[in-house]
Nanobody, 126 residues
């Protein structure tokens, strides 16, 4: 059983920055591929970024490329999403997730992930 807790969300003006954290209160994050997803009101949950358990492979969605960075600190058992140059369209609830049963590939759909945090709200004002 893996328990994930996100933090770091909030209200920020367009062009600002936030850093989201995803801490594991149970489980060891270094064993899993890890992902960030987001869900805006009335929309489906969408992929934002993924990081392999080795930390050597990562991928981010085109709409956040050059603005968002995914990383982790195994010693702190925590994953991060650094978000810069935020836009109003980035407003959403952001979720972290652990992909336990991956076959070595990076996964991009929510259905591939086994454990989820409760989400943290990010609101970007114009």
């Amino acid at each position: 059983q893996v328990q994930l807790v996100e933090s770091g969300g909030g209200l920020v003006q367009a062009g600002g920055s936030l850093r989201l954290s995803c801490a594991a209160s149970r489980g060891t994050l270094s064993r899993y591929n890890l992902g960030w997803f987001r869900q805006a009101p009335g929309k489906e949950r969408e992929f934002v970024a993924v990081l392999s358990r080795s930390g050597l492979r990562l991928s981010v969605a085109d709409f956040v490329k050059d603005r968002f960075t995914i990383s982790k600190d195994n010693a702190k058992n925590t994953m991060y999403l650094q978000m810069n140059s935020l836009r109003p369209e980035d407003t959403a609830v952001y979720f972290c997730a652990a992909d336990v049963h991956n076959n070595g590939n990076l996964d991009y759909t929510p259905e591939e992930y086994d454990y989820w945090g409760q989400g943290t709200q990010v609101t970007v004002s114009s």
